[in-house]
């Protein structure tokens, strides 16, 4: 099995800053897309930003400028650098990994449990 922990969100002002990480473990040969995705009360389910295994990276339009995705492959650990964070921004953050495991080589995705992220005054 393959697990997937998150940390770093919480309560921030409007303007502030927060640093969001996934760590994954388990039966994992490799780790190819890497993303993030928020879901706000009473909306879908969005993708806020994605990174390859070749390092491509997309963003949705209402974060572009102000987010950075980034990982580090030998900690199979995904990045999410919030900047500037707007009360819009409030939601919670999911992590999301495409993943090859290691005994079967199929290639699943594996997702987070979650974690808020609230921008107020």
């Known amino acids: 099995q393959v697990q997937l922990v998150e940390s770093g969100g919480g309560l921030v002002q409007p303007g502030g800053s927060l640093r969001l990480s996934c760590a994954a473990s388990?039966?994992?040969?490799?780790?190819?897309?890497m993303g993030w995705y928020r879901q706000a009360p009473g909306q879908q389910r969005e993708l806020v930003a994605l990174i390859t295994g070749g390092l491509a990276r997309n963003y949705a339009d209402s974060v572009k400028g102000r987010f950075t995705i980034s990982r580090d492959n030998t900690k199979n650990t995904v990045y999410l650098q919030m900047d500037s964070l707007k009360p819009d921004d409030t939601a919670v953050y999911y992590c999301k990994m495409v993943v090859r495991r290691r005994t079967d080589f199929v290639t699943v995705d594996y997702w987070g449990q979650g974690t808020q992220v609230t921008v107020s005054s």
């Open positions: 388990g039966n994992i040969y490799s780790i190819n897309a």
